[in-house]
């Protein structure tokens, strides 16, 4: 028996778009397969590793847990939407600076939590970053480089960082920032 699909209507990116999905289809596969947006990663698909991650209406979401029908009407931003006519947000740029894409799979699930926390927290402490990421997991065990960079890019916008193009080395409009020098008390010690 074939099982009708269902149509519906999201914004993606900023983009909207029409989509027919499979009733059983996660908003993970109608990324991934039906959009080709593969920059959200798939991985354990049980909530548990966070490499799905994706921003609704600005709350990070885990792609895998939500059935893509349930999306209708959405505002979801992918890893593919950081970066604003081609220039990386200040996250992106934190993430590169202090190393924290290693083999990079984790990546674009970190770096959707780690916008989501700085939305709702824009000058976290060391103790927020740990929780605000807390559920997105790195194989590589770069949790060091990470928390330096969400602290690093929610440092960003006072030390007067600008977003570079993707792939340059932006050594001209970036300013290094020594998270551990900082004298910002609510930088907990490490
Ligand atoms: S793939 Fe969704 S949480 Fe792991
Ligand atoms: S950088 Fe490899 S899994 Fe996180």
Same mark, same amino acid.
């Given at each position: 028996? *074939?099982?009708?699909?269902?149509?519906i209507?999201?914004? /993606?990116?900023?983009?909207?778009?029409?989509?027919? =999905?499979?009733?059983?289809? *996660?908003?993970?596969?109608a990324?991934?397969?039906?959009?080709?947006?593969?920059?959200?990663? @798939? $991985? $354990?698909?049980?909530?548990? #590793?966070?490499? $799905?991650?994706?921003?609704?209406?600005?709350?990070?979401?885990?792609? #895998?847990?939500?059935?893509a029908?349930?999306?209708?009407?959405?505002? /979801? *931003?992918? =890893?593919?939407?950081?970066? /604003?006519?081609?220039?990386?947000?200040?996250? &992106?740029?934190?993430?590169?600076?202090?190393? %924290?894409? &290693? #083999?990079?799979? #984790? +990546?674009?699930?970190?770096?959707?939590?780690?916008?989501?926390l700085? !939305?709702?927290?824009?000058?976290?402490?060391?103790?927020? /970053?740990?929780?605000?990421?807390?559920?997105?997991? $790195?194989?590589?065990?770069?949790?060091?480089q +990470? +928390?330096?960079?969400?602290?690093?890019?929610?440092?960003?916008? @006072?030390?007067?960082?600008?977003?570079?193009?993707?792939?340059?080395?932006? !050594?001209? !409009?970036?300013?290094?920032?020594?998270?551990? !020098?900082?004298?910002?008390?609510?930088? %907990?010690? &490490?």
């Open positions: 028996m *074939t099982v009708a699909a269902v149509p209507r999201l914004t /993606v990116n900023g983009r909207a778009r029409e989509l027919a =999905v499979a009733p059983n289809h *996660t908003l993970l596969d990324l991934r397969d039906d959009l080709r947006l593969t920059g959200t990663k @798939e $991985c $354990c698909l049980v909530g548990e #590793c966070g490499a $799905c991650t994706v921003l609704v209406d600005g709350r990070s979401v885990d792609s #895998c847990l939500v059935l029908a349930e999306a209708d009407g959405w505002d /979801v *931003t992918t =890893v593919e939407g950081l970066a /604003v006519d081609g220039r990386l947000s200040d996250v &992106q740029h934190a993430f590169l600076e202090t190393g %924290a894409a &290693q #083999c990079g799979f #984790c +990546i674009p699930g970190q770096l959707m939590a780690a916008h989501a700085l !939305a709702d927290v824009p000058r976290p402490t060391r103790a927020e /970053v740990e929780e605000g990421l807390a559920g997105n997991l $790195c194989r590589c065990a770069a949790y060091e +990470i +928390i330096e960079a969400v602290l690093l890019a929610a440092r960003a916008p @006072e030390a007067g960082r600008h977003e570079t193009e993707p792939g340059g080395d932006g !050594a001209e !409009a970036r300013e290094r920032v020594d998270v551990a !020098a900082l004298p910002d008390a609510r930088v %907990a010690p &490490q």
